[in-house]
């Protein structure tokens, strides 16, 4: 038996912790949480692990702890490997065991066994037990959770707990003692409950607890159907109606078979709180020699039993439909083994006595308990009447009407809540009560002291906003002033551009009148430059006359002068042929002489239009001198002209911009003087509020 401290099968995801307590509300032992900070946060010493708390928290704040990364590591890694199976299978994954276990071989385990056959063993273990002893009184145990609350918080109730294992103990005890093939596999529970990992822990036998809830979600992360494996039977007996052990009464209804009026001796109690409330007040009923009722208290900490397990998802199904599937499994299990309602001389005889007969053996199958409820003495102090009345006092609660139990804390009692601020595990500002009352307190005792503080605000605010008043009405005033300036300055500037934009206009026509002038300056000196050509081109033609009326000059002189060789050799010819040649002679003396004097006169001419040439030629020159000094003026000009446009333009542009700007500061400063009549009138009605505050 392991005595040490249990492992936590609940863990606490503190960022999704919304401190809403509803945990501690549905929690049957209140004590292993701690409610006094921002997370509720638990002593899994204390807690015996009934899952309540996952179910409860719709944040998603407490989540099962089980051995599902474990298991499927280390079947990857081939570790030989047998499962056991919980009857509550026959509810999960749609009714398909039988492929489930086909699942579970596909996965590498070596084989699988059926929990309910571990069930009708545990009911031999329990008819033994009181054929034997005859104790007044059985308390099932297949359900850990209660097994701890027992262990735990009611210590007395231990000598009525059925001393023999659970349904999974029994099928792991049968597997060691009787399937010596599978002496070296580890055995893998597959189970609806987070809480039997304690069970394995303080028994040492069981070495993987994996939930079917853990199952689901693998197999939807991988897309994988159950439809798609074969459906494989399990490798150990078979049950008959022990595969009812799921469900409320199940353990009841196998007994039957053996005892017919068991219920009328049976109390079937189930989920929380009835079952703890039962539990917590059966150990006085016993204290003070109170016959108990029913000698078997038949009990789950599920309301569905097993079936509704925090290991599985079936929190939200109807009853009926979890019911359906269970009896229709006990009916395929009283069918194989053919039991109908029999004397029981006959019953025993029946091949399932002789199988269970075969599995049973005396003192296998026994367990013992640890009381625990030493670590709950040690952890949790028990106020006494004095301090509880003193926390009463602290929290406001001076009489029986202060009392509300109203459970708004997740308590039962304002008596658990105080035991439970006493130990640490809470505080006062999580008491409905408490909180009311701090806050009539806060209302009234704030109440002068706002009336102080209003008075004081009043006369500084009075003073300050008649201040702000007067610095307010100063300011329009000088806003005002300075929209005026801004508006004159503004038509100012708008006249100014105008007037740049006239000069703009004017220096434009100028630009195109200097251009027109540059033009025809270039277009005269280029016109003069070819009259100089022309002239040049006359003087040369002059020249060239002069020297061919020289020409004709000379040959003027040299005709006279034939002429006279031509009379004289006339007057040796005689009269007859020299008489005619006498007149040729002097027709030709006579044209020499009109060719010289008109080639004289000819050559006087053109000295003289030589002359007046030359003249035009030195004209010329300088005219070009004049006119290449006109052009580069009208150049000087137009380059000036340009750049004084440039700037104008440029600056026209810019008082534009200027324009535009004042114009959108006017808009600003109209705004502003708005504003400011507007913030005068507020301020005069702020010290109007204040005045009439000082009445209230």
Known sequence: MNNKGLKPVIQIVEEKCVNCHRCIMVCPVKMCNNGAGSVVTFNSELCIGCGECIQACVHG????VDDFERFIGDLRAKTNMVAIVAPAIAVSFGGEYLRFNGFLKKLGVKAVFDVSFGAELTVRSYLNYQKKKKPPLIIA???????????MYRPELIPYLAPADSPMLHTMKMIRRFFPQYAGCKIAAISPCYAKRREFDVTGIGDYNVTFRSIQQYLEEN???????????????????????????????????????????????????????????????????????????DCLSCKMGCNGGSGTLNQHKHLDDLDRKIE?????????????????SLLRKHKLEQVINDYWEAGLYKRSYTDRSQIFKKIVKVPTSKEIEAMHQKMYKKNARDILNCGSCGYNSCEQM?????NGLNRPENCRHFIEIQKRLLSEEHKQEIERTISTVYGTTIREMNKSIDGIGSLSNHINETASAVIKSSAAIEEMVKNIYSIHKTLEHNAAAVIKLNTSSI??????????????????????LIDACKVISNIAEETSILGMNAAIEAAHAGEAIGKGFAVVAGEIRHLADNSGHQASEI????????????????????????FDLIVSLANTVKSEELSIKNAVEVQNNGGQQVLAALNEINALILKIRDESSHLLESGKAVLENINSLKNV
């Open 603 to 626: 050559e006087k001419s053109l000295k003289n239009i030589k002359a007046l040439i030359d003249v035009s030629t030195e004209s010329s020159a300088h005219a070009q001198v004049q």
């Open 328 to 344: 229709k499994r006990r009916q395929e299990a009283q069918s194989f083994y053919g039991i109908k309602k029999t004397r029981k």
């Open 523 to 544: 277009e005269g000196k280029n016109r003069l430059l070819k009259i100089g050509e022309l002239i040049a081109d006359v003087s040369a033609q002059s020249d060239a």
């Open 418 to 422: 105080v035991t439970a601020i006493i």
């Open 141 to 151: 145990q297949p359900c850990p959770t209660l097994v701890s609350f027992i262990e």
């Open 61 to 64: 704040a407490r989540v099962g």
């Open 223 to 297: 897309r994988e159907n159950l439809e798609h494996y074969e459906a494989a039977p399990y490798d150990g007996p078979a049950a008959e109606r022990a595969v009812l052990f799921s469900s409320p009464g199940g353990l009841m209804r196998t007994v039957e078979r053996y005892i017919s009026d068991v219920t009328a001796k049976t109390r079937k109690i189930e989920g929380s709180p009835e079952v703890y409330h039962y539990l917590a007040y059966l150990g006085k009923s016993i204290k003070n020699n109170t016959q108990p009722v029913y000698s078997l208290i």
